[in-house]
């Protein structure tokens, strides 16, 4: 089966990996933290600087 979604996994595949150890799912929600935090900065630079510009 093919599909066209580059992340996608066989149930075979899913279901036979091993579980991510505690660790690994800290880092990766750090990662995805810092992630979110930083989109949600640039939206308030973008809000801060458009309404900025609005006042003039």
Same mark, same amino acid.
């Not at 690994?24 to 939206?43: C, D, N, S, T």
């Given at each position: ?6 992340? %996608? #996994?066989?149930?075979? +595949?899913?279901?036979? #990996?091993?579980?991510?150890? %505690?660790?690994?799912? &800290?880092?990766?929600? *750090?990662?995805?933290? &810092?992630? *979110?935090?930083?989109?949600?900065? #640039?939206?308030?630079?973008?809000? &801060?600087?458009?309404?900025?510009? +609005?006042?003039?």
């Amino acid at each position: 089966m093919k599909s066209n979604y580059s992340n %996608a #996994a066989q149930l075979k +595949d899913l279901m036979t #990996a091993p579980p991510m150890s %505690a660790a690994q799912h &800290a880092e990766v929600m *750090r990662k995805r933290i &810092a992630q *979110r935090r930083m989109l949600e900065e #640039a939206q308030e630079l973008k809000r &801060a600087s458009s309404s900025y510009y +609005d006042k003039r």
